[in-house]
T-cell receptor, first 114, second 118 residues
Framework: LAKTTQPISMDSYEGQEVNITCSHN???????ITWYQQFPSQGPRFIIQ???TKVTNEVASLFIPADRKSSTLSLPRVSLSDTAVYYC???????????????FGRGTQLTVWP | NAGVMQNPRHLVRRRGQEARLRCSPM?????VYWYRQLPEEGLKFMVY????????ESGMPKERFSAEFPKEGPSILRIQQVVRGDSAAYFC????????????????FGPGTRLLVL
């Protein structure tokens, strides 16, 4: 599976838009890009998933350029409660090759300040 | 719809004892995954199970660790003769049937069990 690279940490203030970029240069044709959020002492929570272009849900937007070698998670108007670790995962749809397991890196620690 | 349930939330064991971690998947989910997270690190895959079957245990240590998902009841991750290096957070995740190829399914995670080995 494609290795992902994302910043170790980011800081923001309440009300700002936060963009976290993830690099995945070796992404394969069958791979999806998935983002999870993890609060302290909790399990990861699915945020958003995409294959190409732009995906938006009630929580975030995911921008994926045409070459798919990177992706950007966009969190609009963050609040203090958005302080968490955000993981970018490249995950194949081909269950036969990975048997369903997810590969987590160290993620990006986002800290939102008042 | 209740989420993934794990118990206990916290477990303290002395070196050499056994640790037994339980996971009840979301209703309707037949796939269970176990992950381990060490401090300041991301989650590492351990094992993938379906009812009564171990599908992939490539991430699990060869000794002292075992997992099962019986026909009835929760999935259990068992660690025998625990050592201090086993101290970590253990997360369980579940997903639906997975019967459709090339369909990406989300994994839903439980709150984790924090194991401390003294």
């Amino acid at each position: 599976l494609a290795k992902t690279t994302q910043p170790i940490s980011m800081d923001s203030y309440e009300g700002q838009e936060v963009n976290i970029t993830c690099s995945h240069n070796n992404i394969a044709t069958n791979d999806y890009i998935t983002w999870y959020q993890q609060f302290p002492s909790q399990g990861p929570r699915f945020i958003i998933q995409g294959y190409k272009t732009k995906v938006t849900n009630e929580v975030a937007s995911l921008f994926i350029p045409a070459d798919r070698k990177s992706s950007t998670l966009s969190l609009p108007r963050v609040s203090l409660s958005d302080t968490a670790v955000y993981y970018c995962l490249v995950d194949t749809a081909d269950r036969g090759s990975t048997l369903g397991r997810l590969y987590f890196g160290r993620g990006t620690q986002l800290t939102v300040w008042p | 719809n209740a989420g993934v349930m794990q118990n206990p939330r916290h477990l303290v064991r002395r070196r050499g004892q056994e640790a037994r971690l339980r996971c009840s998947p979301m209703k309707g989910h037949s796939h269970v995954y176990w992950y381990r997270q060490l401090p300041e690190e991301g989650l590492k895959f351990m094992v993938y199970l379906q009812k009564e079957n171990i599908i992939d245990e490539s991430g699990m240590p060869k000794e002292r660790f075992s997992a099962e998902f019986p026909k009835e009841g929760p999935s259990i991750l068992r660690i025998q003769q625990v050592v201090r290096g086993d101290s970590a957070a253990y997360f369980c995740a579940s997903s639906p049937s997975g019967s459709v190829p090339y369909v990406k399914e989300t994994q839903y995670f439980g709150p984790g069990t924090r194991l401390l080995v003294l």
